[in-house]
């Protein structure tokens, strides 16, 4: 049985309310990150009280409104499918604050949690703030949605992307990895992987190795299967005639995302 491949365990909090996954610091390896799917109905309710941690929510599908019983955003969020490959609306919320979020339509929302000590601002990030990147090239291409990359000062933490990856193509490649502490060459980052496929049946496969191979597995990933990075380099591979999603959480004790090739890969960036 896979320690870092988590399938999806739904369970209902409240009438309208399921809880897909729930990836905490005591039922995980990873000690920055915490993650969370809700699906909600139309009119159902989802509220939090957040300790020291921040969040980032991710209006991944559908609409919702939302309040910190200071602020409130109406009717946010862009697509029914991720496979709209357009960029969605998003909110940071700080440590020590609550908030709710209502759903206008069914809607499917991503909470993603680090350890925070300073608060700041709550702030509707929206889909039209986030920096659209094509990268790669060959079977090495994807695109990419910055919802809170590293040059955005509006969290602790937390670092958050969307990556669509077209069929026959790889990502998170050449294989890199960002699990020491050795600034300005590499910087400590945790991360988690959130998939989805198009169709979906389809499948990914990922694997999550060190240079040591202490750690190395590979998995068969299936639509909104989540994937546990605490350390290693770890690519993604997409099969023939499926189009991969995935969003991304990176957290770490320095903000800042400075990752490092595998040596034995990195050759294919000089073609």
Known sequence: MSQLLRKPNRSELSPGVTIVHEVTTENSPLKYIGFKVVDLASGARYSEELSKIECCIVVLTGRINFTDKEVAFENIGTRDSVFEQIPTDSVYVSNNRYFEVEAVSQARVVLCYSPSEKQLPTRLI???????ENRGKFNNKRLVHNILPDSDPSANRLLVVEVYTNSGNW????????????LPEESFLEETYYHEMNPRQGFVFQRVYTDDRAL????????????????GYHPVGVPDGYTSYYLNVMAGPTRIWKFHNDPDHEWILKR
């Open 126 to 132: 929206k889909a039209t703030d986030n920096m659209i």
């Open 171 to 182: 990502s998170s490649y050449p294989p890199h990895k960002h699990d020491r502490d050795n």
């Open 216 to 231: 190395d597995e590979t998995m068969t990933v299936e639509n909104s299967d989540v994937v546990l990075v605490p350390a």
